[in-house]
């Protein structure tokens, strides 16, 4: 019983083949390398940014809660479009690939930090009331203990959904755009 495909000698190219019978499938699955790699590496990067600055937001609070949210705020209401050309005008023009992608993601981090530092801020406000912590600040713990032990492991099944939910969102978005690129 076939569920898919054809008998052994015939082949069954899903995307169909190109003029000099190339499978697609197999040079968009090639093509897009770099740019999934792209996504993994800027998500990664933007969750440890915006999870530290919302951890450090939530656990002191105050001024420092003040002003961090602040620029939180600001980063989401500046178009991104505007920023990335105004960051691309500062980069040089020449150079390597391997620069180029490093440049990239750092970038495309530096923008997206905004909203998971917000999550992980109200997660960070909800722990810092819990009695555990209370119990630990009782039993003098330091606040890197704190940071480190109890609010990170807390935050990064949180943190790890966001970065399932994100990467299968940028993939959905690349593979739905009709100039992705991928070719």
């Not at 699955?29 to 790699?37: E, H, K, M, P, R």
């Not at 915006?50 to 949210?69: F, H, P, Q, T």
């Not at 050309?85 to 490093?102: C, D, I, K, Y």
């Not at 630990?136 to 970065?163: E, I, M, V």
Request: glycine share 10%; proline share 4%; with cysteine.
């Amino acid at each position: 019983m076939h569920l898919f495909g054809v008998d052994s000698p015939e082949k069954c190219p899903l995307f169909g083949t190109d003029a000099l019978g190339r499978d697609e499938f197999s040079r968009v699955l090639y093509g897009g390398q770099i740019s999934v790699a792209a996504g993994i590496v800027a998500t990664a990067f933007t969750l440890v940014v915006g999870s530290m600055v919302g951890v450090i937001a939530g656990y002191y609070g105050g001024w420092m809660d003040e002003a961090l949210m602040g620029t939180t705020e600001l980063f989401l209401s500046l178009p991104w479009l505007y920023f990335l050309l105004g960051v691309r005008a500062f980069l040089p023009l020449h150079v390597s690939p391997a620069q180029t992608f490093f440049l990239l993601t750092c970038v495309i981090g530096l923008i997206g930090w905004a909203r998971p530092a917000r999550l992980v801020r109200g997660m960070a406000l909800s722990a810092r009331t819990r009695t555990y912590v209370s119990a630990a600040r009782g039993f003098g713990a330091s606040d890197f203990y704190l940071l480190r032990d109890t609010f990170c492991l807390r935050l990064s099944g949180c943190c790890s959904r966001k970065l399932r939910c994100w990467f299968l969102v940028t993939l959905r978005r690349k593979w739905h755009s009709p100039s992705s690129g991928w070719a």
